[in-house]
């Protein structure tokens, strides 16, 4: 017979877990594993709230058990760490993001790409090496092998930093892979959430002409005066998206809801460049043609 969350380990451990697709967070009382000599044992001071946590704690996604504890953007401060651990030391400040292990030796480990791990298992609703369930940070604190620790800057406040680790790193890394990071080059980005006010930064940061794309009027003062971004737009307003037609180097996309495709494509340059970085619950419609025109 399995044994129950707070048995599973000696660790015992405390955070908010949902038990069903209601999506209401509650007390749980769980445990975590002993520290392993790779380990490195944290206090989870701030976590992040991630769109993600909420589509996996309702199940939006299909594919949830519960109880699940979510959180994965996890920052806090070591407590212990393992005698093989040679990166980290009590007292260092941590953070751990959306993958807390992987094979190691596929191509995709291999090349520093973890995420593209066909093994990888991620910071919680998972089983883990050992057959239990991963849990998230929403609770008191983590364990976690060293490789998927990082070592958290002096200068970067923990509160405010900790969205890097999923909202941050989810936006930066396309806009560097698909050459969207250099002075002058056109992007958009859709939406104006989590995601979307990071990739505004970074995109403007790095010098690029900015435009955001959002339903909703009320956001434009937050999107030209806050982030500073060069034009928005209303995505619902026809001759809006039509005077933008064929002007965009890259689209960063972050909508989490069902929402169509094709306008945003005719946004872009020939062969220029959409990146679906939200992840809504269901499929998305394409029209052949969209792409075959440009």
Not at 107 to 123: M, W
Not at 147 to 155: A, I, T
Not at 160 to 167: E, K, R, S, Y
Request: hydrophobic share 40%.
């Amino acid at each position: 017979m399995a044994k129950s969350p707070e048995l599973e380990h000696p660790f015992k451990a405390y955070g908010y877990a949902a038990q069903d697709a209601s999506g209401v967070l509650a007390p749980f009382n769980f445990s975590r594993r002993a520290t392993g000599e790779k380990d490195v044992r944290f206090k989870v001071l701030y976590c992040g709230i991630c769109h993600s946590d909420l589509h996996f704690i309702k199940n939006e996604w299909g594919f949830t058990t519960y109880p699940v504890i979510p959180g994965h953007e996890i920052v806090g401060v070591v407590t212990e760490v393992g005698s093989k651990v040679d990166k980290f030391k009590v007292g260092d400040k941590v953070g751990v993001g959306c993958i807390v292990q992987s094979c190691r030796s596929c191509q995709s480990c291999v090349n520093d790409l973890e995420n593209y791990c066909p093994k990888q298992i991620i910071t919680y609703g998972v089983p883990d090496l050992d057959g239990t369930r991963t849990y998230g940070g929403y609770s008191d604190h983590m364990v976690t092998d060293e490789h998927f620790v990082l070592r958290w800057p002096e200068n970067l406040p923990l509160d405010a930093g900790a969205p890097l680790l999923c909202a941050g790193i989810t936006t930066y890394s396309p806009l560097r892979h698909f050459g969207l990071d250099k002075p002058g080059v056109k992007v958009g980005v859709v939406g104006l959430g989590g995601l979307g006010h990071l990739a505004v930064k970074f995109a403007k940061a790095f010098g690029a002409e900015v435009t955001v794309f959002s339903t909703s009027p009320a956001k434009k003062q937050e999107a030209l005066e806050g982030l500073k971004a060069d034009h928005f737009i209303v995505s619902k307003d026809l001759e809006q998206m039509q005077a933008a037609a064929s002007s965009l180097d890259g689209i960063i996309d972050t909508v989490s809801a069902t929402h169509p495709i094709a306008p945003l494509l005719s946004l872009l340059k020939p062969d220029g460049k959409l990146v679906l970085v939200g992840a809504p619950e269901k499929p998305l419609e394409l029209a052949a043609f969209s792409l075959i025109m440009g």
